[in-house]
C-alpha cells in the first residue's frame, strides 16, 4: 500500500507532465492560431464591393528548385479568403473578378511593371492589388540532430518530426487597395514574413517534398498556400489601421 507522501509526490509528478503536454500543445498553434482573425471594422464603415485578381509572382527564382506553376494565383486565393474574414468588404470569388474583367476587356488593368491602370470595372469598388517579392522555405537541421546531406532529393522521412524538425519561412509580400476607376491607392504596406519554427508550429507538411543541398524546401501546393497565407496575413494586418482610415475617409 503506496504512503501518502508517495501518492502527493506521484499527483505532483502526473500534473506536472500534463500541463507540459497542454502547453506544447499549445505551442505548436501559436504561429497559425491568430492567422485571418482582425479587430472589428469602424462601426461607421460602409462595406463595398472589393476584388483579388492575381499576384504578380516577381520572387526570385532557384535552378535547382522550381514555385509551383502559379504561385501569384494561389496567393491572391489566400487573399480573397483573408479579405473576406476581415469584414471591410463585399468580397467577389476570384473567378468572378476574372469573369468580369473579361467580360469588359479590362484583362491589362493589372500591369505586371505598374501593378494597376485606371480603368472602370463594373460591379467593384477596390481592388487587392498583391506582390510577392521574395519565397524561400528552407529546412533547418532536426533538434534530433540529423545531417542535411539526407535531404537530396526525397526527404528521408524518418528524419523527419513535425514536432523537431524546424523550417525557416522567408516570404516577402506587397499589398495595395487600389480605386480601378482613377488608379489611386487608398492604402498600401509591405512585409518581409521571416519564421524559423518547427513544422507543427508553421502548419506545414513536408510528406513527399523535395529539397536541394542546402535545405531549400519546394512544397506541394496545399502547404505553399499555408504559407503564402502566414505571409499575407501579416502584411495585411500591419495595413489595417490605415485602410480602416482611408475607408472611413471615402465615404464621409
Do not use: W
Request: aromatic share 4%; glycine share 10%; charged share 20%.
Amino acid at each position: 500500500m503506496l504512503k501518502l507522501g508517495t501518492i502527493l509526490v506521484l499527483t505532483s509528478l502526473l500534473f506536472v507532465l500534463g500541463c507540459t503536454t497542454s502547453s506544447e500543445s499549445a505551442q505548436s498553434d501559436d504561429l497559425t492560431a491568430h492567422v485571418g482573425q482582425y479587430g472589428p471594422p469602424p462601426s461607421r464603415l460602409q462595406l463595398k464591393r472589393a476584388g483579388v485578381p492575381q499576384f504578380l509572382d516577381a520572387s526570385p527564382k532557384q535552378k535547382e528548385l522550381q514555385s509551383v506553376e502559379n504561385l501569384g494565383a494561389l496567393a491572391a486565393d489566400q487573399a480573397t479568403t483573408l479579405l473576406v474574414n476581415s469584414y471591410r468588404f463585399d468580397v467577389i470569388e476570384r473567378a468572378q473578378l476574372d469573369q468580369l474583367l473579361d467580360e469588359q476587356g479590362l484583362e491589362g488593368i493589372v500591369n505586371p511593371n505598374e501593378l494597376a491602370q485606371p480603368g472602370r470595372v463594373s460591379g467593384v469598388d477596390y481592388l487587392l492589388i498583391g506582390k510577392i517579392t521574395n519565397y524561400r522555405v528552407k529546412i533547418e537541421q532536426s533538434r534530433s540532430g540529423f545531417s542535411l546531406g539526407k535531404l537530396v532529393g526525397d526527404i528521408g522521412l524518418g528524419d523527419v518530426k513535425s514536432d523537431t524538425t524546424e523550417i525557416t519561412v522567408d516570404c516577402g509580400i506587397d499589398l495595395r487597395v487600389v480605386n480601378p476607376t482613377t488608379g489611386s491607392v487608398i492604402a498600401a504596406d509591405f512585409g518581409e514574413y521571416k519564421k524559423t519554427d518547427t513544422l507543427n508550429a508553421m502548419g506545414v507538411s513536408v510528406l513527399g517534398a523535395n529539397a536541394t543541398a542546402d535545405g531549400s524546401l519546394q512544397l506541394d501546393e496545399d502547404n505553399q498556400g499555408k504559407v503564402l497565407r502566414l505571409a499575407i496575413d501579416h502584411c495585411l494586418r500591419k495595413m489595417m489601421p490605415k485602410l480602416d482610415r482611408a475607408l472611413l475617409a471615402r465615404q464621409n
